[in-house]
């Protein structure tokens, strides 16, 4: 999931600073309740740490799906334009219209 390895590594470190770990122990895969033991306090806390790190802006809408480290992860590659986004394709252009005579 991750395409950015520095946005995984300083995420994955600003876990480990709160929860006293070693950062090679927190997974993409960990969730950050169930998995890491984050009440909304320590998630809200974690994600404003994130916020000043990588200078961004976290929605209030947006902390709900922020639910394990890997989605924490690709939102904020998304934000900072780090992902792969899919090629655009063109759009073929419509078929001209024959201005001959009106068929009757």
Same mark, same amino acid.
């Given at each position: 999931? #991750?395409? +950015?390895?520095?946005?995984?590594? !300083?995420?994955?470190? #600003?876990? #480990?600073? =709160? &929860?006293?770990? +070693? %950062? #090679?122990?927190?997974?993409?895969?960990?969730?950050?309740?169930?998995? &890491?033991?984050?009440?909304?306090?320590?998630?809200?806390? @974690?994600? =404003?740490?994130?916020?000043?790190?990588? *200078?961004?802006?976290? $929605? +209030?809408? *947006? @902390?709900?799906? @922020?639910?394990?480290?890997?989605?924490?992860?690709? =939102?904020?590659?998304?934000? @900072?334009?780090?992902?792969?986004? $899919?090629?655009?394709? !063109?759009?073929? $252009?419509?078929?001209?219209? %024959?201005?001959?005579?009106? !068929?009757?």
């Amino acid at each position: 999931m #991750a395409k +950015d390895p520095t946005i995984s590594l !300083k995420i994955r470190t #600003a876990l #480990a600073e =709160y &929860l006293k770990h +070693d %950062s #090679a122990t927190i997974l993409t895969t960990h969730h950050l309740r169930d998995d &890491l033991g984050l009440d909304s306090m320590a998630v809200i806390e @974690l994600l =404003y740490r994130i916020e000043e790190t990588f *200078d961004l802006q976290i $929605p +209030d809408q *947006d @902390l709900v799906g @922020l639910t394990t480290v890997g989605l924490v992860v690709h =939102y904020v590659e998304k934000r @900072l334009g780090k992902t792969a986004s $899919p090629v655009p394709t !063109k759009k073929r $252009p419509r078929p001209l219209e %024959s201005k001959g005579k009106k !068929k009757s």
